[in-house]
């Protein structure tokens, strides 16, 4: 498999640009960005993990086409999205940049991504980036689509742009490094894409679940693709989420946003657990109000148990969660908004929902 056998454009008129998804392609990243001519200087944002497993490589590549590359490395903790890490970031990259012609890379998961597209954003009024999503919720999910930001001690995102990438690079080999929880973490927006939008991956993980979790290739390629397309449509429909149509990605996150606020943004939840609690807890809540058959409701909750995800939490109390939920940037004037699956495949947009149907659902997953 030496080419990217596998490729998606995000039409967005000037902003367009491809997503290519494939086994041991890093070799390919050079010819691709000299036909992008984003500049000559990267500097590539990343941890110490990363930069440790497979910097050299990139680094010995990117010289070989006759790019200089400058590593700068943050925490690999969501507590990196901090404006202080973010400042700091940026005066160290003003000082570098003299007389250079720079360009961003993200090479690392969501947090990195979220960070470097946002720095990106703002430094010079705008500068390029592409991303190199190294985990498997990056590859499916957080590396597509351009929304970048960093965190409030309040809630989760609550600064930050639409700056599109100009190119998302999905290397599967790179999950080879990562651990079973990593893994798992990734299945949780898999599962989401599922429930959305397709039925079948739905019920393709159902019966694949030991292939996926031990890292068959295959099915991993699958997977990425399936998921990349699914978010690609959507953004192209919404890209900067006002009509609703995008807001459907956020299943499970409005209440998985408040957990892992509520847990301080420690190890304690990762963001997968976090939304896997969301989305059964969104599920109860569709249940409740006649849209889901509880049958669905149990095969979602059952598909998260043979992952080895959470469909409840412990050492959180209620009204912890329901504070953090009220800084949700999905609520609309004051009005809770919440997407609710309505089958396999298929959601709805529900505002206004009576606080104790949302706080009943919640305290049923909170052992």
Do not use: W
Request: aromatic share 8%; charged share 25%; net charge positive.
């Amino acid at each position: 498999m030496e080419n990217h056998d596998k490729k998606i454009t995000v039409d967005l008129g000037p902003r367009s640009y491809d997503i290519l998804i494939g086994y041991k392609i890093i070799d390919q990243l050079g010819s691709i960005l000299e036909k992008l001519n984003l500049g000559q200087d990267a500097v590539i944002i990343t941890n110490q993990t990363i930069h440790h497993l497979h910097g050299g490589h990139l680094h010995s590549h990117l010289s070989r086409y006759g790019y200089s590359t400058r590593f700068m490395l943050v925490a690999d903790s969501e507590r990196s999205k901090s404006y202080k890490t973010c400042l700091d970031l940026i005066e160290k990259i003003a000082a570098y940049d003299t007389k250079k012609k720079i360009f961003i890379i993200a090479f690392g998961g969501g947090v990195i991504g979220d960070l470097s597209g946002f720095i990106a954003s703002i430094y010079k009024r705008g500068i390029p980036y592409i991303q190199i999503p190294t985990t498997f919720l990056a590859q499916v999910d957080s590396s597509i689509g351009g929304k970048t930001g960093i965190d409030l001690a309040s809630g989760k995102n609550l600064i930050g742009s639409f700056y599109q990438p100009r190119l998302v690079f999905s290397d599967i080999s790179f999950l080879r490094t990562l651990s079973l929880k990593q893994i798992r973490n990734g299945m949780a927006e898999v599962i989401k894409y599922g429930v959305i939008k397709d039925r079948a991956l739905f019920g393709y993980i159902e019966k694949n679940y030991k292939n996926i979790l031990q890292l068959n290739i295959e099915s991993i390629e699958k997977i990425v693709y399936a998921c990349s397309k699914i978010k690609s449509g959507v953004v192209e429909n919404d890209e900067l989420d006002k009509t609703g149509k995008r807001a459907t990605l956020n299943l499970g996150h409005t209440i998985g946003h408040a957990i892992e606020a509520a847990a301080g943004f420690t190890k304690e939840y990762s963001h997968g657990e976090a939304v896997a609690i969301g989305m059964v807890c969104a599920a109860d809540i569709s249940v409740k109000l006649g849209l889901l058959a509880a049958g669905d409701a149990k095969r979602i909750e059952n598909v998260f148990k043979k992952i080895g995800l959470p469909v409840a939490c412990s050492n959180l109390k209620l009204e912890q969660i329901m504070q953090a939920q009220s800084h949700d940037k999905k609520f609309i004037h004051g009005t809770n908004r919440f997407v609710l699956p309505v089958g396999i495949g298929k959601v709805t947009l529900k505002e206004g929902i009576p606080a104790d149907i949302v706080e009943q659902a919640v305290s049923r997953r909170i052992k």
